[in-house]
């Protein structure tokens, strides 16, 4: 059963030194987020720069590729990080994924070319992105945690959806930066050089969140207890929530594919492509925010279900705008859409997974859930969208794999009786259980 111990008194006071912290954690998790997520934003110049350049389409289908092999990583990171911050503590283990990240970032951002190298070029492509991802899986766990434990009563899924949120800053600075670098730079020049620009800048910020993460405060919850494993009386509960991962995950990846989507199947420039991070990541960073204040006040059930459920339904209405009117106020209107309304899911729901389980084993659990649920759905969703274009010849076919993954979503949060409120420790009031064993 989770514990149900009352939060300690440290945690509650110092709110000044608590803010930093959570701003250590966050910021820190935007910048790992940051380093992950860029890389979908360049896959065209990726593409064209690691791959044979005889066929284009091919080249930006094995980025693509590519890009889904950081996830095959990250439930490996997941373990091992996750069960590191629930025997060491939290911080340990977040000051170890920001620093492998960081060695990745820098040597992706140095890697030779095809050009140079030949095929050597490809496969230590792949080396960064599987070590980019093994740093990751191990993030998601313990942040969440972390701000879990130590949020004040009646502010846990707030808190928590800080975690989201950074998500959204990151891809917004990805955005920015992107956008910058079309405006400024020629089509040659970004392809030559450009794409490596935005790596770098990450490069610069990492010494900055390591030492922010360095100093955070340790939640006093976690410790050298026994790590606690996924009992089977969890497993309907995990395997719900795994399920309901499939929606924001995918509408999360479908967004991120957008900018590749606007160039390659609607002719739109790449400055205007790659202002579109700008727009998802400011919205999932309010809207995500407001996701967790809405859940404290009204609870989960109502919060996850509806945004749940208008993320699914405005799948086709933004895709057939786009494809019938395509450009740039539709496609950043579209953007804007469906990342505000998927984010008021996000943030809540990887707070819901991470209080269904006891404390001494909720990173690893909550990283293992989310690492194994993003690995299956996020990693293939970019690879997914453009092969149905190809296959299908209709570029209308990323909204209905959208529909489809988040009507399962919603009906495997139908299956969990979901508490609606949070009590001491992060744990729930009233058992997070599945309706169907």
Do not use: K
Not at 416 to 428: C, I, K, T
């Amino acid at each position: 059963m989770p514990d149900t111990a009352p939060l300690p008194p440290s945690l509650s006071s110092e709110p000044r030194r608590s803010r930093r912290a959570v701003l250590a954690a966050v910021a820190g998790n935007a910048l790992e987020f940051y380093d992950f997520v860029v890389y979908a934003f360049l896959a065209v110049y990726i593409g064209r720069a690691f791959f044979p350049p005889s066929a284009p389409l091919a080249g930006v289908l094995a980025a693509l590729a590519v890009f889904g092999a950081g996830f095959v990583a990250r439930p490996v990171g997941a373990w091992v990080l996750g069960r590191y911050a629930d025997r060491a503590g939290r911080r340990p283990a977040l000051l170890l994924s920001m620093l492998l990240i960081t060695l990745a970032t820098v040597a992706m951002a140095l890697l030779p070319t095809y050009e140079q190298s030949g095929a050597l070029a490809p496969l230590l492509l792949v080396i960064c992105r599987l070590v980019q991802g093994f740093a990751y899986g191990g993030e998601a766990g313990p942040t969440t945690a972390w701000l879990l434990e130590i949020a004040p009563p009646g502010r846990r899924m707030l808190y928590s959806a800080c975690f989201f949120a950074g998500q959204g800053a990151a891809v917004a600075l990805a955005g920015l930066v992107g956008s910058l670098l079309a405006t400024l730079l020629s089509a040659q020049d970004m392809q030559a050089w450009g794409w490596r620009v935005p790596f770098l800048l990450a490069a610069l910020l990492a010494p900055l969140m390591l030492m922010l993460r360095r100093h955070m405060q340790e939640s006093p919850l976690a410790g050298p207890a026994a790590v606690a494993e996924v009992s089977a009386r969890r497993g309907p509960v995990t395997l719900w929530l795994t399920v309901a991962l499939l929606g924001g995950t995918v509408a999360n990846y479908v967004c991120t594919y957008l900018p590749t989507y606007a160039v390659t199947a609607l002719g739109l420039p790449a400055r205007v492509a790659l202002a579109t991070p700008l727009v998802m990541g400011l919205s999932t960073l309010l809207f995500g925010l407001m996701g967790g204040w809405l859940a404290d006040l009204f609870g989960h059930r109502r919060v996850l279900l509806l945004s749940r459920l208008g993320t699914t339904l405005a799948a086709l209405p933004v895709f057939a705008g786009l494809i019938w009117w395509p450009s740039a106020a539709m496609l950043w209107g579209g953007a804007l859409v469906l990342s505000a309304l998927n984010a008021l899911n996000g943030g809540v729901l990887i707070g819901t997974i991470a209080q269904a389980f006891p404390r001494h084993g909720r990173a690893v659990a909550t990283a293992l859930i989310y690492a194994m649920g993003v690995a299956v759905f996020g990693g293939s969703t970019q690879f997914i969208a453009a092969g149905l274009i190809a296959w299908t010849g209709s570029p209308m076919a990323p909204a209905w794999y959208l529909l489809v993954t988040g009507g399962l979503a919603l009906f495997a949060l139908l299956q969990l009786r979901l508490p609606e409120r949070v009590g001491a420790a992060g744990e729930p009031v009233g058992a997070l259980v599945a309706r169907v064993s």
